[in-house]
Nanobody, 117 residues
């Protein structure tokens, strides 16, 4: 069983930075792909960034060059460094773990990011 707890959200001015953290207890680097999703009001949840078990990363086009996903395997924590934030980045950000062996997915409770223009 994987439990995900996000932190680091908040209010920031456009152009600023935030770092989100996801404490992923019960996760395994060799077994779980990790990702950050976000959901803005009135919109569908979208994939923001993913880091696979081989440490390869993917990003949605709108955040490329601004966001960086990383994982600290010793601390079982996944990070999302967000720079040059824009008002359109405002959303609830969710941490996700995908179990490659059985196809299960786990979600955190979400953390609010608000970017003021």
């Amino acid at each position: 069983q994987v439990q995900l707890v996000e932190s680091g959200g908040g209010l920031v001015q456009a152009g600023g930075s935030l770092r989100l953290s996801c404490a992923a207890s019960g996760s395994s680097r060799s077994r779980h792909n990790m990702a950050w999703y976000r959901q803005a009001p009135g919109k569908q949840r979208e994939l923001v960034a993913q880091i696979s078990t081989d440490d390869s990363t993917t990003y949605t086009d709108s955040v490329k060059g601004r966001f960086t996903i990383s994982r600290d395997n010793a601390r079982m924590t996944v990070y999302l460094q967000m720079n040059s934030l824009k008002s359109e980045d405002t959303a609830v950000y969710y941490c996700n773990a995908e179990d490659k062996w059985y196809g299960y997915e786990y979600w955190g409770q979400g953390t609010q990011v608000t970017v003021s223009s």
